[in-house]
C-alpha cells in the first residue's frame, strides 16, 4: 500500500516561515519525481513545486518562485517546502504528491497525501 503522508503545516504570520514535510513508505519511492500542490477554499486545486530525484532539479509556480524551496532525502524517502516571506494568500491546504506529470499547462499526480493545513495570518 503507497502512503504518503504529510507534516509541518500550522499558523504563522506574515513574513514566517514553514517547513512542511512528506514521507512515502509502500511500494514507492520509486517515483521519478515528488512534489506540492496546494487548495484554498473556493479554488481550484494548483500546483506549487515538484522536486526531481535525478539531478536534484525543481519546478516551482510563479506564484512562489524566490520564496519557496523544494529537496529531497533519498535515505528518508522524504521530501520537503521550505516556505519563507508567507502571504497570507498562501494560505491552503497544501498537499504531497508523487509521480508529477506536465500535460500542457497542468500538472497532475499519481499519488497524494491527506494534506496539512497552512495559514497565514496579517
Known amino acids: 500500500q503507497v502512503q504518503l503522508v504529510e507534516s509541518g503545516g500550522g499558523l504563522v504570520q506574515a513574513g514566517g516561515s514553514l517547513r512542511l514535510s512528506c514521507a512515502a513508505s509502500?511500494?514507492?519511492?520509486?517515483?521519478?519525481?515528488m512534489g506540492w500542490f496546494r487548495q484554498a477554499p473556493g479554488k481550484e486545486r494548483e500546483f506549487v513545486a515538484r522536486?526531481?530525484?535525478?539531478?536534484?532539479?525543481?519546478n516551482y509556480a510563479d506564484s512562489v518562485k524566490g520564496r519557496f524551496t523544494t529537496s529531497g532525502a533519498s535515505a528518508k524517502n522524504a521530501v520537503y517546502l521550505q516556505m519563507n516571506s508567507l502571504k497570507p494568500e498562501d494560505t491552503a491546504v497544501y498537499y504531497c504528491?508523487?509521480?508529477?506529470?506536465?500535460?500542457?499547462?497542468?500538472?497532475?499526480?499519481?499519488?497524494w497525501g491527506q494534506g496539512t493545513q497552512v495559514t497565514v495570518s496579517s
Open positions: 509502500g511500494r514507492t519511492f520509486s517515483w521519478s519525481n
Open positions: 504528491a508523487a509521480g508529477i506529470k506536465r500535460i500542457g499547462a497542468q500538472y497532475t499526480g499519481d499519488y
Open positions: 522536486f526531481i530525484w535525478s539531478g536534484s532539479s525543481t
